[in-house]
């Protein structure tokens, strides 16, 4: 996980609650606004700082959230549903 400093995480809250929100809204379409809404945040990151260094730390950033939910969220739900349903042969 991104361990930002306690202090540091009010200043985002209001506006990731209001985006959480929004992208419940429609849970057929969630993966996709959610997809436009990284696009639309990486582009805009980009565009105030185009130089590789900033391409290659997004990137970077991006895979680390990817593990960690893995890690953190999708690896002990498979667990879980291993305990339920029995293992693969």
């Known amino acids: 996980m991104p361990y930002i400093k306690q202090s540091e995480r009010p200043k985002f809250k209001n506006a990731l609650d209001n985006l959480v929100k929004e992208l419940l809204e429609d849970p057929d379409s969630m993966a996709g606004n959610f ?3 990284v696009t639309i945040i990486l582009k ?44 693969v042969s």
């Open 35 to 37: 997809n436009y809404c």
């Open 44 to 87: 805009h990151l980009i565009e105030k700082n185009k130089r590789y260094k900033t391409m290659n730390d997004l990137i970077g950033a991006l895979e680390c959230a990817k593990l960690e939910l893995y890690r953190r969220v999708v690896g002990p739900y498979e667990d879980e549903k291993i305990g339920t349903n029995g293992d």
